[in-house]
């Protein structure tokens, strides 16, 4: 990561920081030490003063510490955790230090309380997760790469997909097929659900053989350069009938109301009922019961959400999926989900053009 970019990162920190009292911030998310430092090694803490920046990590690390965050101060990791943090601010007088108050155990927290006597810990909430909301230009980038890749895997497990073929070695060619494409992995186990099963919005691929006639629900996403993406689609096998035709016409035209109209300032609630309203107004608002969409990023669910009661404001930057569904227990179900990049005026489509019917094969 380009040190400017890391330091325009620091920089947001401390602004979020600014007025609150504190000497530093213990970040002990490692989504959130890379999203900082761009140490992506898994032992690692950050401490962030207004002046200072200093990560924490063992042995195992140090030279990888060195390379990969150079902004930082490299603080060797001598024992546990709250012995070399007792040891460090003493050194630096520090006095009032805050930490992740959604991400440090409850464990830690009482042995940092205890061994730091005199310390006072102040919990935030959300801090880092918050700035992460907003893409820079190089993430935005990388996210589209990745959502290249996903739908160019798509389209070479097509040809795999025929009656009689279960459903996880679907997921095992995909699998295969994401790395050969340049994913370094799956960012999530993968969803593989076909005929009844597809009524499961999470349904894990099982040993159940795909049918003529099935409705096959492919969720999948991967990590490129740690960075993830997301994207579903439905197809039918062989054959489908004008209640699946229907059904699926009626889930394209609520995602492509919501691609229409979403934007800067919209509230996540107003952002999911764009979509909502069209399956409802059809006699099907029970038969969506998730939100519409959430926030891509270093991580493959994070904010924004876009779901009934999601206060958030939409944002210049933010990438969000947007995934309306319907599911009719002991039938099956249908879900088409893509990424984009939300603007001032619009949001840009990142996991290419929307099928105007559904794929039969």
């Given at each position: 990561m380009e040190e400017d970019y890391i330091t325009r990162r620091l920089n947001n920190l401390r602004k979020a920081l600014k007025n609150r009292g504190i000497?530093?911030?213990?970040?002990?998310?490692?989504?959130n030490c890379r999203y900082l430092s761009g140490f992506t090694g898994t032992?690692?803490?950050?401490?962030?003063?207004?002046?200072?920046?200093?990560?924490?990590?063992?042995?195992?690390?140090?030279?990888?510490?060195?390379?990969?965050?150079?902004?930082?101060?490299?603080?060797?990791l001598q024992g546990s955790l709250d012995s070399t943090l007792e040891n460090f601010l003493k050194k630096k007088r520090l006095k009032k230090i805050a930490f992740e108050h959604n991400y440090l155990t409850v464990y830690w927290y009482e042995t940092l309380k205890n061994k730091l006597s005199g310390l006072e810990l102040v919990p935030l909430h959300q801090v880092v997760e918050d700035l992460r909301t907003i893409k820079d230009i190089k993430e935005i980038k990388l996210i589209k790469e990745a959502a290249h890749i996903t739908e160019n895997s798509f389209k070479k497990i097509l040809p795999y997909l025929k009656p009689g073929v279960r459903e996880e070695d679907v997921v095992l060619e995909l699998d295969y097929i994401i790395k050969k494409e340049g994913a370094r992995k799956a960012s999530f186990d993968f969803i593989v659900a076909s005929g009844k099963r597809s009524s499961l919005p999470h349904g894990v691929a099982s040993?159940?053989?795909?049918?003529?006639?099935?409705?096959?629900?492919?969720d999948f996403g991967i990590y490129y350069n740690g960075y993830c993406s997301d994207m579903t689609r439905t197809v039918a096998m062989s054959h489908a009938g004008n209640r699946e035709?229907?059904?699926?016409?009626?889930?394209?035209?609520?995602?492509?109301?919501?691609?229409?109209?979403?934007?800067?300032?919209?509230?996540?609630e107003e952002a999911d009922e764009l979509a909502r309203q069209v399956i409802f107004k059809d006699g099907y608002g029970d038969?969506?019961?998730h939100?519409?969409?959430?926030?891509?990023?270093l991580e493959v669910h994070e904010e924004p959400r876009l779901a009934p009661r999601s206060k958030i404001?939409?944002?210049?930057?933010?990438?969000?999926t947007v995934e309306p569904g319907i599911y009719f227990s002991g039938w099956g179900g249908i879900r088409i989900e893509d990424m984009v990049l939300i603007g001032e005026n619009g949001c840009e489509l990142l996991t290419g053009d929307l099928k105007e019917e559904l794929i039969v094969l």
């Open positions: 000497d530093g911030f213990l970040i002990s998310n490692p989504i032992s690692v803490y950050l401490l962030i003063t207004m002046e200072e920046a200093f990560l924490i990590t063992d042995f195992r690390y140090r030279e990888q510490a060195v390379e990969e965050a150079p902004c930082f101060s490299l603080v060797s040993k159940k053989k795909i049918e003529h006639g099935d409705m096959v629900v492919i035709r229907k059904l699926y016409r009626l889930v394209l035209e609520a995602q492509k109301r919501a691609l229409g109209g979403i934007k800067e300032g919209l509230s996540g038969n969506f019961g939100g519409l969409g959430h926030g891509v990023g404001i939409l944002k210049n930057g933010m990438i969000s």
